[in-house]
C-alpha cells in the first residue's frame, strides 16, 4: 500500500457527543453528535440516523431575548 491509498482524500468532521441530549425524534439519550463542516453546524442520533442542519440565530435575535428571574421567599 502507498502513502496515498494509506490516507484519506478528504479531512472528515470530528463529531463530538453531546452528554445528556435527547434526541428530537426517537427520545433517546446520549445519543446526539454535534460537528461543524465549513461554517455549517449540524447534529444526528446515531440510534435512529436522524440529522439536521442547526441555524446560528443572529445577534438582533440573541438581544430580544429577556429572562425574568423571580425570587422565591
Not at 472528515?12 to 446520549?30: E, L, M, N, T
Amino acid at each position: 500500500m502507498n502513502s496515498a491509498e494509506s490516507q484519506p482524500s478528504a479531512k472528515q468532521p470530528s463529531k463530538q457527543f453531546i452528554a445528556g441530549a435527547v434526541c428530537s425524534v426517537c427520545k433517546k439519550i446520549d445519543g446526539v453528535r454535534f460537528w461543524r463542516n465549513s461554517n455549517q453546524y449540524f447534529k444526528d442520533c446515531v440510534y435512529c440516523g436522524h440529522s439536521e442542519q442547526l441555524i446560528e440565530e443572529t445577534p438582533e435575535a440573541q438581544d430580544t431575548l429577556s429572562i425574568t428571574i423571580k425570587q422565591i421567599d
